[in-house]
């Protein structure tokens, strides 16, 4: 079936807003605001709900009369229902996976068409964190003939390697010739033909991290003579094994670097653009991240395309809850009903991405502590099974969580009675998921040790070992036990601390049965305000009130700039041998920080604060080496050993540069890097690329620098700007903590840095600052 970009001139409209002619995908739920009295909360980063209306009127054309025609959404948050011509054609519940509504029955040919689509996000809170509202994915239209092969129905398995065979399965619903040609590099390497056929691909080039060799499967169906119908399907020759010495993706032993993920975008909310989602897995992998755990949804597949190319493994997540609710109106109320369909649509769309190694069966789900929630994790794992069996199942299980649970002492209510969020005094809704942040920042990493005992053990052994690859949530207290209590399981840290990512990172190397890391978080993300971050203005580091906005958690920030956090894990990783300075921000003197256990520490790669001299400054080094030496100015402040990759040196500010010189135990120097000053600072703006076309979605980097490109950190203005040949998407910073708005085109920069995001609408595209 052909696929036709169906996401232009739409109208919307809600109680308070009438839109006419906008392009699809954008997150509807920024355009009403935040709000102390927000009923989500900080979870939802005090965003407010809403109902949305779509319409969209199209003609049909005559010879569309004997074809198939399907809309396909990627993805609409939540609660939808699809209707054209007045007659409902079909809903969706989830707000994370794809669905198509056929029109063929009702769609008038030669006549002028209404599509309509009503999506109900009034009720809040319905998730843990911000989830935005509306159509945020995009939609095409789907067309094929009386014969056509159905939408997703080539199916491309590789079965080995030495030497590389390939099954391509065709699913059409007419009895045509069926002809295969696999394209690599535009050159037809192989061919073959008929619905399930098997083929040898001489001097094969495999898909992986490294080397992320892309090819195609071209279908064609021919009836007559004459082609009727073809799909062509982007694939990798790619085949994992797991076991308990290790990961193995082409027979190759492979760790995952991995970050965990949410699903917005920074400045423009949940809007999947395309291009946002391309650029996000093309700065993580720059990182030296090679793998993404998608939290706790399935991905757009505007990512999974980018990780095909990039080379970014993806462990994709179907749930965040299954059928007891972690808040008052979410999935919980159509798990049951809804489940099986959404795993089916998943698992459909993820099949021929080679990027995608593992599907999660959930995360921090509490019910398996329970022998019913164990079945219904089997049952999850066998019907995934049954659609790909050439993937593994895992899961990011709180082993505390589900021992909990397990004890009658769960954070969520019991599924068998109604489902409630906690009331407060003053009448302020709040979500079981609070309690558990605020657990966590009290408890600190010692929940990483909540399961090591025997008895937690024996709640959880049921459900870890139903899962080809145990995933452990907080849990790295295990990790030297279960080579002995559990010899045949195989294990990865399916979310853990930032900070602890050299402690970690050394028990994957050293236990085989243990694949890898996911920090939380690789990304910032809105909504679960404060979770992450430090703060400067009092509170306690969970739910921070509003104005807070952003998660803080990630090691970049929303607009994809990394901080020091980031250079720790490329030190740990071995991605760089030199040494990285972190510096916690000078310019808060004689102010206590609020810290969270999601972050070790709020330093940036800057030397550059304007009006600090004699601030009193702590200064972070990260580096692989015995040793290291610190100079400001030219002026040593000694030698001091590394431990678990890291030391500190506390002194004053004082302009100029900063460097560090790190050793081996030998006295050997090894490694060398300096941070310097600012001169005299501007507002600079920077395209991320050159040459954008009418269409695209360009990127504009805002910062205060000098002449030779240093970001000044400390002079922070409020910016206005306005868009000359394009659309402005949204412009904002990475502040976690303002009560500016994305869509207004007025904001502050932070730490010298902000970003403004512009559809293309001329060859002739500039952002002026006014």
């Not at 319905?126 to 159905?150: C, E, F, M, Q």
């Not at 010739?177 to 008929?194: C, E, H, P, Q, S």
């Not at 395309?274 to 991905?299: C, D, M, T, Y």
């Not at 025997?454 to 907080?474: H, R």
Request: charged content about 25%; glycine content about 10%; hydrophobic content about 35%.
């Amino acid at each position: 079936m052909k696929k036709i970009s169906f996401n232009d001139d739409w109208n919307f409209k809600t109680a308070e807003r009438q839109l006419n002619g906008v392009t699809l995908p954008f997150d509807a739920q920024l355009l009403d605001g935040r709000s102390a009295d927000s009923p989500g909360g900080g979870g939802h980063g005090y965003f407010l709900g809403n109902t949305y209306e779509y319409e969209k009127h199209f003609l049909a054309p005559l010879e569309w009369k004997d074809n198939h025609v399907q809309i396909l959404f990627e993805g609409v948050y939540r609660n939808c229902e699809v209707f054209l011509n007045g007659k409902k054609l079909g809903e969706h519940c989830y707000g994370y996976t794809q669905f198509t509504v056929d029109l063929d029955d009702v769609l008038e040919c030669g006549a002028e068409n209404t599509l309509k689509v009503n999506v109900d996000n009034s009720k809040l809170p319905n998730s843990r964190w911000y989830t935005g509202g509306g159509i945020y994915r995009p939609v095409s239209l789907l067309i094929g003939g009386k014969d056509h092969i159905a939408f997703q129905g080539v199916k491309v398995t590789t079965l080995e390697i030495n030497p590389a065979r390939i099954r391509v399965e065709v699913d059409a619903n007419c009895d045509c010739n069926i002809n295969v040609d696999i394209l690599k590099d535009g050159k037809v390497v192989a061919k073959t033909n008929g619905h399930d056929s098997e083929i040898v691909i001489e001097n094969a080039k495999f898909w992986s991290d490294e080397t992320p060799e892309l090819y195609e499967a071209v279908v064609t169906l021919e009836k007559d003579g004459q082609i009727v119908d073809e799909a062509v399907e982007k694939f990798g020759i790619r085949k994992i094994t797991w076991s308990n010495q290790g990961l193995f993706v082409n027979g190759v032993n492979t760790l995952l670097r991995g970050g965990c993920v949410h699903h917005d975008n920074g400045i423009i909310g949940a809007a999947s653009l395309p291009e946002s989602e391309w650029r996000r897995v093309r700065i993580l992998k720059e990182q030296g991240f090679n793998a993404i755990r998608v939290s706790h949804n399935p991905a757009s597949t505007a990512m999974l395309e980018a990780c095909d190319y990039y080379g970014m493994y993806v462990m994709d997540e179907a749930f965040d809850m299954w059928y007891v609710r972690k808040t008052k109106y979410d999935y919980g109320m159509d798990f049951k009903e809804c489940w099986q369909s959404d795993v089916q649509a998943m698992v459909e769309r993820d099949y021929n991405h080679p990027a995608v190694i593992m599907y999660s069966i959930g995360n921090e789900v509490s019910e398996p502590g329970k022998p019913e929630g164990v079945d219904q994790g089997k049952e999850i794992i066998s019907f995934i099974k049954g659609m790909d069996d050439t993937r593994a199942v895992t899961g990011g299980m709180n082993l505390m969580i589900m021992s909990n649970y397990a004890k009658g002492k769960g954070l969520y209510d019991n599924p068998d009675k109604e489902q409630t969020a906690v009331q407060t005094d003053d009448g302020k809704t709040k979500n079981a998921s609070l309690f558990f942040n605020m657990m966590a920042s009290f408890v600190g990493p010692g929940m990483n040790k909540a399961g090591n005992s025997n008895k937690v053990d024996a709640v959880t052994t049921p459900i870890l070992d139903a899962l080809d690859i145990a995933g452990y949530n907080y849990a790295n207290g295990r990790y030297p036990m279960e080579g002995q209590k559990h010899p045949d399981r195989v294990v990865v840290g399916s979310e853990t601390f930032p900070y602890e990512i050299g402690k970690n990172w050394d028990m994957v190397r050293k236990y085989p049965y243990l694949i890898g890391d996911f920090m939380w978080t690789a990304w910032d993300y809105l909504g679960e305000a404060g979770l992450g971050a430090w703060s400067y203005t009092g509170g306690m580091p969970f739910n921070r009130p509003y104005p807070w906005i952003l998660g803080g958690a990630g090691v970049i920030d929303i607009l994809g700039n990394p901080d020091a956090s980031a250079g720790l894990a490329k030190v740990v990783w071995h991605v760089i041998d030199t040494p990285v300075i972190g510096v916690r921000p000078v310019n808060h003197p004689g102010v206590r920080v609020s810290k969270s256990v999601w972050r070790g520490t709020n330093a940036i790669e800057s030397w550059s604060w304007k009006g600090c001299e004699g601030n009193k400054v702590e200064v972070e080094i990260f580096a692989d080496a015995a040793e290291v030496e610190l100079f400001i100015n030219g002026k040593s402040l000694g030698k001091k050993k590394i431990k678990n990759y890291q030391t500190m040196y506390k002194t004053k500010y004082q302009p100029g540069i900063i460097e560090a010189v790190s050793y081996d135990k030998y006295g050997n120097a090894i490694g060398k890097s300096a941070l310097k000053s600012a001169g005299d600072a501007q507002v600079v703006v920077f395209p991320e690329k050159e040459n954008y076309r009418i269409g695209d979605i360009a990127y504009f980097d805002i910062s205060i620098r000098d002449k030779d490109g240093i970001v000044e950190s400390n002079s922070d203005r409020t910016l206005n700007v306005a868009v000359q040949g394009g659309e402005l998407l949204g412009f904002g910073s990475a502040n976690p903590c303002t009560k500016e708005d994305y869509l207004s085109g007025t904001f502050t920069t932070y730490y010298g840095r902000a970003q403004a995001i512009v559809r293309v609408t001329s060859d002739d595209v500039k952002l002026v600052i006014k």
